[in-house]
């Protein structure tokens, strides 16, 4: 046989095919069809850490080694606490591990599979790690991804220890927002303490309106306590959280205008149906712990004493998450300091004692099976809520039950529309795909004040809009001064399909 490249055997054959188009100008249209959709291409383009332009760039870059090194300087307060040989030896481990971490996040390393520390959600994660980000780094991969993977990781030097596997880096801080918020805890304990109570002698659309009124007041209350999220505001004085979390009704009316995408009508008609049906169950995605959860028990509370509920279940993170997510560590201790802490020796004998009332109703709705504290390990993962159905298929299944699954704040928004560049017209049922689409879909409400890129449901004149906030207020997407209350349908009542 004669060797290649000689006269009798042409070298390298290259086929022309001269019609079709170069390489270079093959561009992806989006959105992408669902199809080819996944993890590292979303429907419309990702944000990934070296977009200059996005919040990414400045999270994957500068916020996250911040928010490291607290957490290590977190440590090291434990550390120099410790007596036991041992437990000091196992804790140094910890600190030399979230080095490495801070070393591959600045170095911007390749992204390595997660050691298998019997955690329920290891599969998954390198799943998609192998799957879909092989040979990403921290700047390359969808932000999202890489964000939520620095948590895992963070997660992973300690569940590999002896003694510190439940430590919680940022338990310190979650306690502070709480007890730093004086102000609007009381101003809120005061208000609610006393179970709900309609005016006698109103007519029933006197009372409708009233508990309308009411609803919606306190929907806002619950949206905007997730403005002042720790991994934001870590550096905040307690002026500027004052005035933040003011919840009086006057500052609740200005702040309306605020919201850019409001379904809270719609959302009101819904829940009143849901009295007409008995009372419904509520199911809600926790955010923050501290004083956002504090609100969102608040706005549970009233859901449940106007009958518009008769269930409600938290979902929490099974381990410490963006800083601030509730764990059901922050669940009790929130729980438990209202009713046995000494958080506010300023406070007044009146309103510690309101505080330990709604602590104690609070409790008794646990007692009782009206409130329920749940955590399924998909929290914790890179997944966006567009693989639920596939990825958790009893996930799905538990919240197609649901008659309202209200999703709270910044991250389960992203996670909810993919974390990707949709025009902010593009409508919410749109946006979040299988969560609406998929046969058996729950009402799903998100309510979120906008701190990051991705902003969807603004209206059929929503990118001019954005693009005017754009021109008139950089920053407005990450200030927290902005929101949403965003409402689908679903397709509840459907049998579940999974394929
Ligand atoms: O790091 C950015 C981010 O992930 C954004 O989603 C938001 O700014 C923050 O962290 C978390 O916000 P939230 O607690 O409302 O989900
Ligand atoms: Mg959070």
């Given at each position: 046989m004669a060797p290649r490249g000689t006269k009798d055997a042409p070298g390298r054959m290259s086929l022309k095919l001269s019609h079709l188009p170069s390489r270079q100008n093959i561009k992806p249209v989006y959105p992408r069809s669902p199809s080819s959709i996944d993890p590292n291409n979303p429907p419309w383009p990702a944000y990934r850490?070296?977009?200059?332009?996005?919040?990414?760039?400045a999270t994957m870059g500068q916020r996250l080694p911040t928010i490291l090194g607290k957490a290590i300087e977190d440590v090291v307060v434990t550390l120099n606490q410790e007596y036991d040989e041992e437990r000091i030896v196992d804790l140094v481990q910890c600190i030399d591990r979230m080095e490495d971490l801070m070393r591959e996040l600045q170095e911007q390393a390749k992204l390595r599979?997660?050691?298998?520390d019997g955690e329920a959600d290891v599969a998954l994660w390198n799943k998609l790690i192998a799957k879909y980000f092989h040979g990403k780094t921290f700047m390359n991969a969808p932000w999202l991804f890489a964000e939520a993977y620095k948590y895992r990781r963070l997660q992973e030097c300690f569940s590999v220890s002896k003694y510190w596997k439940n430590y919680d880096v940022f338990f310190r801080q979650k306690c502070d927002t709480f007890s730093r918020s004086h102000d609007a805890v009381f101003e809120l304990s005061m208000r609610f303490a006393e179970p709900f109570k309609l005016k006698d002698g109103l007519s029933i659309e006197e009372k409708t309106e009233a508990e309308r009124l009411m609803f919606i007041e306190l929907t806002q209350i619950c949206l905007w306590g997730n403005s002042t999220d720790l991994s934001l505001l870590i550096n905040m004085t307690e002026d500027q959280i004052r005035s933040l979390q003011s919840t009086g009704g006057e500052n609740l009316a200005a702040t309306e205008k605020n919201i850019l995408g409001n379904h809270m009508q719609r959302l009101w008609e819904t829940v009143l149906?849901?009295?007409q049906n008995t009372g419904g169950r509520i199911d809600f995605v926790l955010d923050n712990a501290g004083f956002e959860l504090y609100c969102d028990c608040v706005y549970a509370d009233f859901l449940i004493q106007s009958g518009l509920a008769k269930e409600i279940r938290f979902h929490g993170k099974r381990y410490p998450w963006f800083v601030s997510d509730v764990t059901k560590k922050d669940w009790e201790w929130l729980l438990n300091s209202m009713v046995y802490g000494h958080l506010f020796p300023k406070a007044s004998e009146e309103e510690k004692e309101s505080l330990r009332r709604l602590g104690q109703r609070w409790k008794e709705y646990e007692k009782s099976g009206k409130w329920i504290y749940e955590q399924h390990p998909f929290w914790c993962t890179g997944f966006t809520f567009w693989e639920l159905h596939n990825e958790a298929p009893d996930l799905f299944l538990h919240l197609s039950r649901s008659d309202l699954v209200i999703f709270k704040g910044d991250l389960n928004h992203r996670k909810l529309t993919y974390d990707c560049a949709a025009p902010p017209s593009t409508e919410f049922e749109i946006a979040i795909g299988p969560m609406a689409s998929a046969a058996g879909a729950p009402r799903v409400c998100s309510l979120r004040?906008?701190?990051?890129?991705?902003?969807v449901g603004l209206g059929p004149d929503g990118d001019?809009?954005?693009e005017k906030l754009d021109k008139e207020e950089p920053g407005w997407k990450i200030s927290g001064k902005y929101a949403v209350v965003l409402l689908s349908e679903g397709r509840p009542g459907e049998k579940v399909v999974f394929t």
């Open positions: 850490g070296y977009h200059e332009y996005s919040f990414a760039y599979p997660i050691i298998d149906s849901l009295r004040t906008i701190k990051s890129d991705v902003v001019e809009l954005a």
